[in-house]
T-cell receptor, first 109, second 112 residues
Framework: GQNIDQPTEMTATEGAIVQINCTYQ??????LFWYQQHAGEAPTFLSY????GLEEKGRFSSFLSRSKGYSYLLLKELQMKDSASYLC??????????FGKGTTLSVSS | DTAVSQTPKYLVTQMGNDKSIKCEQN?????MYWYKQDSKKFLKIMFS???????INETVPNRFSPKSPDKAHLNLHINSLELGDSAVYFC???????????FGQGTRLTVV
């Protein structure tokens, strides 16, 4: 089976940096995905890691350690529009993405 | 030019009714999914189809029946709706079973 854990809620202020952690236990691991979901909208893809290390994309970066079953999403220079849920998902060969329960991030001014 | 589109966006219906949600993707993907997102925002896989063939069927009541007439379409039919079926249902597609998935706008189903 799979187990994916991430914090339920986080708060931060505009301009700050926030790190959202995700730990997972799964068989047949085939990549770690991060999605962003604004209230009332569909999840949208942010990043994908399959090898250990850091992937940077503008203000967002994602890190993976396969040996530790650990990933994080780093958001820099936070903006109000970054208030959303952030979903960690694990890919497994031949099956669908399995999502964690999501972290709701609130950014205040 | 929407990549994954599902209809309707909102669906309000009475207990016991039968309803369908339609999904179409124009990305040329082979794999399509139905996910259910409950009130706590947990996104849970229900079904996965690859090239019209069912490959995943999670523990879902058999009142839910997916149908894929071709690889660009995956519809969801629900019989004898119950209050607990109220949720947002998302259709998604991907090029393969474990690559980036693209989501439709969601269908908010409310059973009264």
């Amino acid at each position: 089976g799979q187990n994916i854990d991430q914090p339920t809620e986080m708060t931060a202020t505009e301009g700050a940096i926030v790190q959202i952690n995700c730990t997972y236990q799964t068989s047949g691991f085939n990549g770690l995905f991060w999605y962003q979901q604004h209230a009332g909208e569909a999840p949208t893809f942010l990043s994908y890691n399959v090898l250990d290390g850091l992937e940077e994309k503008g203000r967002f970066s994602s890190f993976l350690s396969r040996s530790k079953g650990y990933s994080y999403l780093l958001l820099k220079e936070l903006q109000m529009k970054d208030s959303a849920s952030y979903l960690c998902a694990v890919g497994q060969a031949g099956t669908a993405l399995i999502f964690g329960k999501g972290t709701t991030l609130s950014v205040s001014s | 030019d929407t990549a994954v589109s599902q209809t309707p966006k909102y669906l309000v219906t009475q207990m016991g009714n039968d309803k369908s949600i339609k999904c179409e993707q124009n990305l040329g993907h082979d794999t399509m999914y139905w996910y259910k997102q409950d009130s706590k925002k947990f996104l849970k896989i229900m079904f996965s189809y690859n090239n019209k063939e069912l490959i995943i069927n999670e523990t879902v009541p058999n009142r839910f029946s997916p149908k894929s007439p071709d690889k660009a379409h995956l519809n969801l039919h629900i019989n004898s709706l119950e209050l607990g079926d109220s949720a947002v249902y998302f259709c998604a597609s991907s090029a393969a079973g474990n690559t980036e998935a693209f989501f439709g706008q969601g269908t908010r189903l409310t059973v009264v």
